[in-house]
């Protein structure tokens, strides 16, 4: 309202002011209408909101009238806020009684548990009250708004009267009746509450919405995992139960291997065979973790596959199984699983969550605005009345004016004299003032001066160098500093906080105090510098505890973001950040809620029982026995880190897997998939979603700059707070070609941006050659040299390029082969003599290259480009490593590294793939900003950690010895805990792998924190953590703890999805770049495209009599419906199976086997019977069922013949009749449009592919150069599964580490420090022997490497959080329409359209009558089709705009039609008709610039040409026009006749009867009165002959088929009267072409012959479009 009266004053000043005021002054009334406009708004503020009233049923629980006083006292005491508030805190008093609730073990207790138990009962008797008066007040289930009805209310009324049944069974000590696990449902209550807050409902309301296709994909992921666990079933089923075994006494083989692990007996199958002396044998061993972990059932298989899709302790697993059964095949299984269920099925959840999520806020968002628009509104209405009435005010008190102008006279001359005289009376003062005036001059020319200084370049540059100072200070910290050290740390400390407070002085002064705090930068560096000074005072007065003065002086580490302020683009991603931090404050208080809830849960289920897991070894350290305890536990298990551990220690817990330990696990999956899979994804859908808009704003204060750039003014240079303005530090998007004026070029043909197109896309485009540049090359070759010429024509042909690019890929494949462990094996002989020729082919290329283009000095020089410079490094290593000796140069083995960096070249020849390496780099240029404050905010974490921990991770290894001067000696350990084996062992002091001993060591830890692997033991090492150089004690500050929750959530949830959301919203951005002009949406293109390869299916109907009798019966509904039944039941019949099953068991099974196999057999047969074997073999489906059979039908002879045949490969043929389910699954809508946009996620990811599998390459072959020789030893990490000795080996293991698991403990098996032994067949070793022979105090040299750390660091950091990501982009990007609405065509609708079209045309002609169209179309549900329900006036005028041509036989085509319906339902260029014609030429142009290889005639199939649809066509458009005329004629006709009847029917009023009598002059006689009247009606002119033939003439004129009784003069078969129901004409009737009758005129005959007619089309027909709507979802 206060905008509003500011612009009414703008105005009236602008034109020459008020009535009553002078101009440039505002009058009282105006004065006043200012006032009351902040009165009226404040009054809005306060104005309370009215709430609906609640119609409350006149009966509750048949008993409580209204008047009831014991109601009325209810709704009372239950709608009072009081009660409100009564009930919300013993909801958290009943919370908190949980949590001090302390579980011992075996049902133990303590007094604190018995009062506690009392409590129970007073917090059930509160809540029971609670019930019982709401179910009065408002009624118990029958009625509208009654208590059960509400969600909230029927979890409160279930847990109360579990609650109370509970209490009843405990005084009768029934045992098996404990529910006090469901009491900590209570915790839910608070969710009511917190619901109303606006954003956190959007977060509940997303995750609400999503959960319909969350239910799609959850089917999709339980399809996934059933699949995997039959195969691991049929393939792995009893195969991790064996283990090595040693003789007793007695020679019995009992005695089992420490650390058992699975073994073979066979000799030749690879896999762990066990020592000389022991044996492997199925013993008394469970199994891995207890018998938990294998494939022995279906259950247990299920739970595997489903810890293998989390990708936590998957590689455990697979070794296992490697162990087992040798390492040939296991690997294809997992890492299939992992790829399919991982990377893609459960990437799905975070498309969804993301879509929901961005409509909430969307809905959200206009509810705001829509809300602030109607209080806008009322406000200007209000304002407008009050406005009518200052103006009344002012027109009245016109008059009153002079006087009061009179009066200001005369009181402004008294106060002259008054003033004037004052100055005469007090003389001695102006002294003072004259001072003062000076001193006001001098203060503010001082202030101008402070202003300039703060403003100059020379003090911005002053306080950025004190701030990295500053910073590098804090970082030099380290653990075993002298004291020399920490006194200049203390000096330089005291410096900076002085010179930081004197700048904050400065700026106070020069700006004042108002205008300072305006800048939310300014209160920070207030904040920051009196915390410094405080931590001085504190440190001074040694008051507070070091670790208080620690965090303090941590504080001053956010000096670093002071620099953001003179970073525009950094601002503005800190700005966007901080608007985020709403939605982020809702997330993370529904997360706390959550983890409370589960943290409860645990404590009642699980607590006290982890202490009799283990009778010789130490409790768990994640357990559930107190509440902080279990709070860190379900944390845990929400970052998936080792969830699995905790699963299995609570499955043991419970009784184990063999008893009811099994129901514990739903525990574990439930709060893991809802914690990480659910509530960890909103915080990126959140980020994604922020993301677009701060990318807007950046864009649109680009665009801002851009326009200033020109006319710069000094006083725009400042900003708020002065801040200086400095060059522009941001990174430029765009970069010119790699390959100058060439690439450029290039580009301008392909497709522009970064989304994966087709090889046979990028084949057609035709590449521009790159003429040879004008200046000379190496000053020696001419542009006419003939030299130059013929080198330049090399290069350019087709077959060098090819051949360059073949021997790229053959170098780089060899690169692979080289034996990494001997250097000097037979092998790499033979590969070096590759070597050289591969490295002489590539120096013959650049030579080649370089003497055409030259070397760099001119512009398109060779080395101009980023890509060749890239080759001139690659050919340059490999020079160098031919040429130099080991012993001349010492850095020729990394150079011989550099080799693999071969496969780079091959980016600038594959188009596609470079146009996403292209992306790639623009991400990491985009995403810079984002780099650069995670890692302030990382080092800041480290330097907190410095400051916490330096020194404190030292232990003995015996635990009883706390400092360095006592661990000495040796002390006595028991094996396993058990006290008959007792062991002697060395004391040793050291210090835990990842410390916080200095600022390095501190950002390593925490970098493996944030990648949430092995954070728990680091948590715990940091809790037990005392102070410097002094032992542990356990859980000495679990307050400690915060530090890692905050660190978390800060960087690890928030930070790095930030992170993830930039480079998925960037990725988008590029790959939509290249359709940047097109006016075509991606939903409309998709659709286009579609049309363009969709083709009319052929079903294939036999003519011969007996063939046609089994086609119906295999094509029938029921046949279908018989196969669906006998997939499913043998699918039950595969998951039955089970190890150890007895034999009469297993003979079923086999005989169920050979019965299913007979079944499918015949089904095949007769299916082959019925389509012809050509037609059968035609769908890839029924090629899919043949291997099924026949594998089957192998399978069973093969164990008929030989049955000890152990052939895995013919048996794994029975495994794909699962996969007919994803055959049947197909006919569910949701799931098919999953599995559709699934393949097409697939076919959208070559590219990206490549790009993954080339950095796996290169990383993999560094890997064996540099890791290959370290000694394989199943004790360390690198072991027999896991090493870099083979490429296939390295790749695994680098496909391990891509998913996080622990790939630190690789990491630090693979650097420099003592253990890392070499292979004996390696060099060093070799070495090693014969230098040992001479000296025999020789060490054994090491082969790790501190290479490791850049090396698995940027490994991970560009496969996690780069490349993989891009999986995540591409599949959001084809799974937007989960979340779009459903009344939107999509392409995935569209394959519907394509098998109802078979049905009409069997043959695949791609032609159909019109009126089968029109049925077809009807039958097709919306958004494709008509819908059965659909009015057939909105079906006619759908038609008309479609408007297809018919060809001679009155048929419609299969791609027009299509076209059509996409482009009506789309709204393609659909103007009105009159610009119907131009719209169609503008299309065509539209489609050939998109598509150019579109054919002429395709074409025209898409957007026919105007000629088609003019004389002398027919056009379907023009049928269903005169359809709908005559059906409009037909009612308004009909509509007519009954108001004329009702009008004759009507009786006259008794007032016109006596008029009429009285004119008459028969008053008294009734028949007369009646006579006159009848008498005084005129003939109606609609009656007349004359307008009756007008009438006629006038329809004849429109509608030249006059006659609906005559069948034959109806145009082409139509029917002449639509059925009722709004049905379809007659099928397939033979339409012929009736002649209308000309004396109607030629424009009626212009509706189908086009006599005398303009090339347009038809008035009518054209009235009839403009007036056609769309046609809405008429589906039930």
């Keep these: 309202m206060e905008q509003v009266a500011l612009a009414a004053l703008g105005t009236s000043e602008a034109g020459g002011g008020q009535p009553g005021a002078p101009n440039g002054t505002v009058s009282s009334a105006w004065a006043s209408t200012l006032a009351a406009t902040k009165t009226v708004n404040t009054i809005n503020k306060r104005r309370p909101v009215k709430q609906q009233q609640v119609s409350r049923p006149r009966r509750a ?307 705001g605005e829509f809300q602030k628009l109607r209080e806008k509104q009322q406000l200007e209405e209000d304002l407008k009345g009050y406005l009518d009435w200052i103006t009344q005010a002012e027109v009245n008190s016109d008059t009153e004016e002079p006087e009061k102008n009179g009066r200001g006279d005369g009181d402004s001359s008294e106060k002259t004299d008054m003033e004037t005289g004052s100055q005469d009376i007090v ?231 063999r008893d009811l330990g099994f129901i514990a696990c739903i525990y574990f999956i439930v709060l893991f998939i809802c914690g990480n899979y659910i509530l960890l994804n909103v915080f990126l859908a959140i980020a994604v979603d922020n993301l677009a808009d701060a990318e807007s704003l950046g864009a649109a204060q680009e665009e801002e700059n851009a326009a200033k750039k020109g006319k710069k003014l000094p006083s725009e240079e400042a900003k708020d707070d002065g801040g200086h303005v400095a060059e522009s530090h941001e990174v430029p998007l765009e970069e010119p070609g790699p390959g100058g004026e060439e690439e450029e070029l290039e580009e301008e043909e392909l497709p522009q941006g970064a989304k994966p197109r087709r090889m046979s896309e990028l084949e057609k485009v035709k590449t521009k050659i790159k003429p040879i540049p004008d200046a000379s090359s190496l000053f020696i070759f001419g542009k006419n040299n003939p030299l130059r010429i013929v080198c330049w024509r090399i290069i350019n042909h087709s077959y060098f390029g090819n051949f360059t690019l073949v021997c790229i890929m053959v170098s780089s494949s060899l690169l692979a082969a080289e034996d990494s462990v001997d250097s000097s094996s037979p092998r790499n002989k033979i590969l070096n003599v590759f070597d050289y020729f591969f490295t002489g082919v590539f120096t013959i290329e650049i030579i080649l290259k370089v003497i055409s283009y030259g070397f760099i000095l001119h512009k398109n020089a060779f080395c101009r480009s980023g890509f060749n410079l890239l080759d001139i490094l690659v050919v340059g290593v490999s020079l160098i490593s031919i040429f130099a000796s080991s012993d001349a140069i010492s850095v020729v083995k990394i150079l011989r590294v550099l080799r693999v960096l071969r496969p780079l070249r091959s980016v600038n020849r594959v188009k596609g793939l470079k146009h996403v390496v292209q992306c790639v780099i623009v991400a990491i240029k985009t995403i810079g900003n984002i780099m650069l404050v995670t890692c302030l905010l990382q080092f800041m974490f480290a330097v907190i950690g410095v400051q916490l921990f330096k020194g404190t991770f030292y232990a003995c290894s015996d635990a009883m010895k706390m400092t360095e001067e006592v661990c000495k000696g040796k002390f006595i350990v028991f094996k396993n805990g058990d006290l008959d084996t007792p062991m002697v062992q060395d004391r040793e002091w050291a210090v835990n792998d990842f410390n916080y001993d200095n600022v390095f060591h501190a950002m390593l830890s925490l970098f493996t924190v944030m990648t949430f692997e092995g954070w728990p033991l680091l948590l715990y090492i940091s809790i037990d953590s005392r102070a410097p150089d002094i032992g542990p004690i356990n859980n000495y500050r679990p307050v400690v703890a915060i530090f890692y929750f905050i660190y978390i959530i800060v960087i690890a949830f928030f930070m790095v999805n930030i992170f993830v959301g930039f480079v998925i919203v960037t990725f988008q951005s590029e790959g939509e770049q290249e359709y940047k002009n097109c006016e075509l949406d991606k939903n409309q293109r998709q659709c286009v495209e579609f049309a363009l390869k969709a083709k009319p299916q052929r079903r294939y109907v036999p003519t011969n009599r007996h063939q046609l009798k089994i086609w119906k019966l295999v094509t029938s509904q029921p046949f279908e419906y018989l196969l669906f039944v006998l997939i499913m039941v043998n699918t039950i019949f595969l998951a039955m199976k089970f190890h150890n099953q007895p034999e009469s068991y297993e003979h079923v099974l086999d005989v ?183 000296r025999p105090q020789t060490p054994e040299p090491t082969c790790g490497s501190s290479f490791a750390y850049p090396y698995f660091i940027t490994f991970y950091a560009l496969c996690s959080f780069l490349i993989i990501n891009l999986f995540v982009a591409v599949i959001m990007d084809n799974f937007d329409y989960l979340t779009r609405d459903k009344s939107i065509l999509g392409a995935h609708h569209l394959d519907e359209y394509r098998n109802v079209w078979a049905e009409y045309d069997p043959c695949g002609t791609g032609y159909i009558s019109y009126t089968d169209m029109y049925e077809m179309l009807r ?183 006059s006659q609906p009784a005559n069948h034959s003069s109806l145009p082409m078969g139509a029917s002449p009267q639509p059925p009722a129901n709004g049905g379809p004409p007659p099928r397939r009737t033979q339409p012929t072409l009736q002649v209308p009758d000309t004396r109607y005129g030629a424009a009626s005959n212009s509706l189908y012959q086009g006599r005398n007619r303009p090339r347009s089309t038809n008035s009518a027909a054209t009235a009839a479009y403009d007036n056609a709507a769309f046609v809405p979802d008429f589906r039930a």
């Design 427 to 657: 003389p001695k003062f102006r002294w003072l003032d004259k001072k003062l005036k000076a001193f006001k001059r001098a203060n503010k020319g001082m202030r101008k001066k402070c202003l300039r200084i703060t403003k100059s370049q020379t003090m911005y540059w002053i306080i950025i160098v004190m701030v990295f100072c500053n910073t590098f200070v804090l970082a030099s910290e380290h653990h075993g500093q002298s004291e020399l050290q920490e006194r200049c740390q203390l000096f330089a400390n005291v410096l900076f906080v002085c010179v930081f407070t004197a700048e904050m002085l400065l700026k106070m002064y020069s700006l004042g105090f108002e205008q300072y705090f305006c800048s939310l930068f300014n209160r920070f560096d207030t904040v920051v510098v009196f915390t410094s000074i405080l931590e001085l005072v504190l440190m001074a007065a040694e008051v507070m505890p070091a670790i208080g003065v620690s965090v303090l002086r941590c504080i001053r580490l956010l000096r670093i973001f002071k620099v953001t302020k003179y970073w525009n683009s950094l601002r503005n991603l800190i700005a966007s950040l901080l608007n985020s931090l709403r939605s982020i404050a809702s997330l993370l208080l529904l997360l706390f809620l959550f983890i409370l809830i589960f943290a409860l849960l645990g404590m009642q289920v699980f607590g006290g029982k982890f202490n009799s897991l283990n009778n010789n070894e130490e409790k768990p350290r994640s357990n559930f026995d107190t509440f902080w305890q279990a709070l860190v536990t379900v944390f845990q298990i929400l970052t998936g880190e080792d969830w699995n551990e905790v699963m299995y220690n609570g499955i043991q817990a419970m009784g184990g897997i």
């Design 61 to 367: 629980l048949f008993c409580f009238q209204l008047n009831n006083p014991v109601r009325r006292i209810c709704i009372k005491v239950v709608e009072l806020k009081p009660f409100e508030y009564f009930i919300l805190v013993a909801i958290f008093a009943n919370c908190c009684a949980l949590a001090i609730y302390t579980p011992y073990p075996k049902g133990d207790s303590n007094s604190v548990n018995e009062s506690l138990e009392i409590v129970e009962y007073v917090f059930l008797v509160i809540f029971t009250v609670e019930c019982f008066m709401k179910i009065v007040a408002y009624g118990l289930v029958m009625h509208q708004g009654a208590y059960i009805r509400n969600v909230w209310n029927a979890l409160d009324f279930v847990i109360v009267i579990i609650g109370i049944i509970s209490t009843v069974l405990s005084f009768f000590e029934l045992e098996g009746f404990d529910v006090k696990a469901l009491r900590a449902f209570r915790v839910l209550r608070p969710l009511r509450l917190v619901s109303g807050v606006p954003s956190l409902q959007v977060v509940l309301n997303a995750i609400l919405k999503a959960m319909v296709p969350l239910l799609h994909i959850a089917l999709l992921v339980v399809f996934v995992i059933i699949i995997y666990a039959i195969i691991g079933l049929e393939m792995f089923a009893g195969k991790l139960h064996k283990t090595c075994f040693w003789p007793d006494e007695d020679q019995q083989y009992v005695i089992m291997m420490d650390n058992p692990r699975p073994c073979t007996e066979e000799p030749d199958g690879g896999g762990f065979h066990c020592p000389n002396g022991s044996r492997c044998d199925d013993g008394k061993w469970d199994g891995p973790n207890k018998g938990i972990t294998n494939f022995d059932n279906v259950g247990l298989a299920m739970l595997t596959v489903f810890q293998c899709v989390t990708m936590e302790g998957w590689t455990t697993i697979l070794y296992w199984v490697n162990d087992s059964v040798g390492q040939s095949m296991p690997w294809i299984y997992f890492v299939s699983l992992i790829i399919i269920g991982s990377f893609f099925v459960m990437n799905l959840v975070l498309g969804v969550l993301s879509g929901e999520f961005s409509k909430e806020r969307e809905k959200a968002k206009a509810r």
């Design 1419 to 1601: 039958i097709l549900s919306p958004p494709v089709g008509f819908g059965r329900k659909c009015p057939y006036k909105l079906a006619y005028q759908r038609l008309i705009k479609m408007n297809m041509p018919l060809d001679e036989e009155n048929r419609v085509h299969f791609t027009t039609t299509l076209f059509a319906l996409i482009r009506t339902s789309l709204r393609i260029k659909m103007p009105s008709a009159d610009e119907m014609n131009v719209a169609n030429e503008e299309l065509r142009g539209l489609i050939k610039n998109m598509w150019p290889n579109l054919s002429p005639k395709m074409l025209d199939l898409f957007v026919p040409p105007n000629s088609e649809l003019v004389y002398p066509k027919l056009t379907a458009g023009k049928i269903y026009a005169g359809l709908l005329l005559h059906e409009t004629y037909k009612e308004n006709k009909a509509k007519l006749e009954k108001a004329q009847q009702h009008q004759k029917d009507r009786r006259p009023s008794m007032l016109r009867r006596i008029i009429g009598a009285v004119k008459t002059g028969t008053f008294g006689s009734k028949q007369d009165i009646d006579g006159s009247q009848a008498g005084s009606q005129k003939p109606s002119p609609s009656n007349s002959p004359a307008s009756s033939r007008r009438s006629s003439f006038r329809f004849s004129f429109r509608t030249p088929w």
């Design 1152 to 1334: 169920m086997n050979m019965v299913f196999t007979v079944l499918f057999t015949i089904e095949f047969v007769l299916k082959v019977i019925a389509f012809n074997p050509k037609n059968y073999f035609a769908d890839s489906w029924n090629v899919f069922d043949t291997l099924i059979v026949l594998g089957s039908v192998i399978d069973i002879t093969v164990a008929e013949v030989k049955p000890d045949a152990n052939l895995v490969s013919i048996n794994f043929f029975r495994l794909f009749r699962v996969m007919r389910l994803v055959k049947l699954l197909s006919k569910g809508e949701g799931i098919k449009t999953l599995l559709w946009t699934f393949i097409k996620s697939f076919q959208a990811l070559p590219y990206v592919a490549l790009l993954i599998v080339m950095l796996f390459f290169i990383y993999a072959v560094i890997g064996m150069q540099m890791f290959g020789k370290i000694r394989v030893d199943d004790e360390t990490p690198i072991s027999v599964n896991n090493n870099f000795q083979t490429f296939q080996a390295a790749i695994l293991v680098l496909f391990r580490s891509a998913t996080g698991e622990a790939w630190q403990e690789i990491m630090l098996a693979c650097t420099n420090h003592e253990g890392v032994f070499c292979d004996i067949r390696s060099d060093p070793y070799k070495a090693y022997i014969e230098e040992k022979r001479e």
